[in-house]
């Protein structure tokens, strides 16, 4: 399983983004090798806000449509951040004070850890901080 973080949410549903064709081909991999992928409400709220100001509606709704789909069929978890996991990402949040996290970021850092994940569909360079490799 991998997690997937809002940057390649973002890439894989704006043609505009700057990892676009790098998203689609890991997207398309991870799909090829049925790989599960694990993300969070947190990053679906995220990416959701950003495609609706960058590329507008329709492509907010859609993301939506497929990650409804996605997890659906079992391909796709979506873990939603409780009380604990929240109370870890504050630690962590104030932890890496010199680190340019967002609270997401902190979220996201947390879920992987509880859940044993060490890769991600990301193009944000803080998931290596925490251990994690970036899908290439």
Known sequence: ???ADSGAWIALFNARD??????RIIYSELGQQHTRILTTDYVIDESV??????????AANYFLETIERAEGTSDLVVARIDGSAFEQAKRL?????SEKLSFTDCTSFVVCQTNGISAAFAFDQHFPIMGITLLQ
Request: hydrophobic share 35%; glycine share 4%.
């Open 1 to 3: 399983m991998i997690f």
């Open 18 to 23: 700057q990892h676009h064709a790098d998203a």
């Open 49 to 58: 806000t950003r495609l609706r100001y960058d590329v507008g509606y329709p």
């Open 93 to 97: 949040f104030r932890q890496y004070r």
